[in-house]
Structure formats: structure tokens, C-alpha cells
């Protein structure tokens, strides 16, 4: 069983960016892949980016051209580059493996806000 801890969030405004982290307690190539989702309050959590083992990563629409997965496996930790973030990127940012499992880690908050 695999642990994640998200850290790198906080307070950023509109058109600006963040990195945030996602470090993993076991080593993360032996996954398919890694996984970014988001949660805001009263609404389902909701995938945001997905770096595979292998090909190119993938990113929801609403984040496309924005946003960047990467990984470093050396450190076990994929990252979240997050640039001209908008208000509607404000949520509880969480990292999962493909296929995803359970196993949550305590996110990460990432308020877009001026």
C-alpha cells in the first residue's frame, strides 16, 4: 500500500502560479501511473491531471495548456505546476495512483483569490 502527502499550497492570486507536491512512501514507478484530482466543498472530487508510466500525461479541459504534471522519481514525488490559476482552481488538491486505490493522503489547499 502506497501514502501520499500533498503540501505546496496556499494563497495565490488570479494569473499567477503555484507548484505543488505530492511525495509518495514507496517508489512511484512501479505504478501505472499518478494521478492529480481536486475537491471543493459539497461537490464530487474531480481529476485534473494524470502523468502514466509511460507516453504523454493527460489534463482535463479545464486545466489544459495551464497546468503541468511531472515527476521525479528519485524523490517519489510528482508535482503540480500551476500557472494563470483562476478562481475556480480553488480546492483541496489530492494525488492518488492509476488505477486509483482508497488510500487518501490530507491534500493540499490552494486558494486562488485576490
Known amino acids: 500500500q502506497v501514502h501520499f502527502v500533498e503540501s505546496g499550497g496556499g494563497l495565490v492570486q488570479p494569473g499567477g502560479s503555484l507548484r505543488i507536491g505530492c511525495a509518495a512512501s514507496r517508489d512511484i514507478s512501479r505504478f501505472f501511473g499518478i494521478v492529480w484530482y481536486r475537491q471543493v466543498p459539497g461537490k464530487e472530487r474531480e481529476w485534473v491531471a494524470t502523468?502514466?508510466?509511460?507516453?504523454?500525461?493527460l489534463y482535463a479541459d479545464s486545466v489544459k495548456g495551464r497546468f503541468t504534471i511531472s515527476a521525479d522519481n528519485v524523490k517519489n514525488t510528482v508535482y503540480l505546476q500551476m500557472d494563470s490559476v483562476k478562481v475556480e482552481d480553488t480546492a483541496v488538491y489530492y494525488c492518488?495512483?492509476?488505477?486509483?486505490?482508497?488510500?487518501w493522503g490530507p491534500g493540499t489547499q490552494v486558494t486562488v483569490a485576490s
Open positions: 492518488n495512483t492509476l488505477p486509483k486505490t482508497d488510500t
Open positions: 502523468i502514466p508510466d509511460s507516453g504523454r500525461a
